[in-house]
């Protein structure tokens, strides 16, 4: 089973690097479609030109070029291309040294108190040039889901370095670059074993760091006004990255998930000055009024908690405890809740914000919008957050975040409304390059008042692009309760399944293994009909694939 879902893999690696459609003209026409130039705005039957990346014309009385490539784009949406208001997209993971720093050891002959500045996570001065991958998994994983540029910062600790604007298309990490140092990226990620090895240490160094890049540029600034009797400064790289933000031209985004954070940032912006931009926000309902008296810019994180699962009922067990739980479920309702309206109760105080992908799953993003509209937030101001709101706040609106004729022809093409679920993308241009996607078949769905017998042995096929994966789903359900083992033909190995929930005929469960050195919790979702059964199953961040199969024998 191992094999064949790395096999997985590798096909998609495959698949995503053949994506992108050969250039035979740089002149694209996509006909008979409804545009959508900025939320709010709607245009049906018309058409939209690129020409060397750059919207050419666009409405219902076009002409097509004679050399354009034409996509019949009937029936279909398209929008400004999605912005990453923060991201790692293009960046590798570091690797992680089997006795090094990143294990939280430190390394011999270090003093803790006075670490080098790279093991304390001090590099403001970094950029992400020389480290971006065109042909990263990130990269093809957000242009899917209809991103066309992000705000890309290092990794690392505190202080990782500057953000950068980066087009997700191009044949190198140089290609993709549009804009360097737009941003300073600070977080409260402390370094292991050496100061400052704690959040307090992280809020101590950083305002230490500020204080000294104020006196460097007093210094040089007296210094080139009369250096007579005056020491020469001293270069110092971090301090100088660091001068600009002092100045007030940098902004510098603030990653602050929790409410915690939030305070903290708040803090230290009243006590040093700097421009802001809370970042990767997940608890804002607790602040809303700070953030809007204090006019503080916010990117909101795409990554929401998994909704919890309601537990059934077992035998035996006593009413109060019954009683407890139902109180444990609403709180977790209720929480629940905070989270995915948190985005609508920014927009409802008149916010404006930006998303962030960083940590959040690929394969979540879309459905956790969808969440989050519906708990309040309307679709004109998801679209906003993904497009106009970022390209203001990262000064990128004369050339994205609409569709205009002159700017970036970004696209992002959909077979229906973006986020209604089940449409599809179906096109995404990005920086000249088009990409083509295929429309995934809908997931079936179960019948909650349908019953079915799962119990037995079933044959399953799981179709990859360019091959299938076949096993055995061994399943039993005894007093309400489902057990099983699946297998795979390709490996003698089975794993047990976790978590199995039957509801009417639509069954769910989990099935953790460990591929490529790492664990992935395989999540089938899959519809019993008699003796078929047919559904998908996701592979963590590989993607999502169809699921089909048959019992063999009589049921159990």
Known sequence: MVLAFL???LSLQAQSMEDALKPVTRTYAFTNATIIPQPGQQVTGATIVVKDGLIQAMGTNVSVPANAKVVDADSMFIYAGF???????????????QNGPSRGRRPDGVNPGDPPRELAGVTPEKQVRGELKHD????????????????????GRMLPGKGSIILLAGESGEDMLLAEGVSQFVQFSSAPGVFPATVIGVMAKFTELYKQAEQMQMHMEAYAKNPKGMDRPERNEALEALVPVVNGELPVFFMAPDVKSIYRVMRMQDDLGFDVVMTGVKEAWHVVDELDGKNIPVIVSLELPDPPKEKKKKEGEEEAMDEE????????????????????TLAKAGIAFGFSTMEASAKDIRENLRRMIKNGLTEEQALASLTTNPANMLGLSNSMGTLEEG?????????????????????????????????????????????????GSWAYSVNVPGQTAEGTLKLTQEDGEITGEISNSQSPETTDIEDAVLEGNKLT???PIAMGGQSITLEFSIVINGDEMEGTVSVGEFGTFDVEGYREGTPE
């Open 136 to 155: 990263e998994k990130s990269v093809e994983d957000l242009r899917e889901l209809g991103f066309t540029a992000a705000h890309v910062v290092p990794r």
């Open 509 to 511: 469960f989990l099935a």
């Open 7 to 9: 096999a997985m893999g």
């Open 83 to 97: 912005i990453d208001g923060l991201s790692n997209a293009g960046v590798p993971r570091p690797e992680r040294e």
């Open 407 to 455: 700017k970036m022809g970004n696209l992002v093409v959909t077979d229906g409304n973006y986020f209604e679920e089940g449409s599809n993308v179906r096109f995404v241009m990005a920086d000249g390059h088009l990409f083509e996607y295929e429309a995934k078949k809908a997931a079936a769905k179960g019948d909650p008042n349908a019953s079915a017998k799962i119990g």
């Open 325 to 344: 739980m139902k109180m444990l479920q609403q709180r977790a309702s209720e929480r629940m809740t905070e989270f995915e309206s948190q985005a609508a």
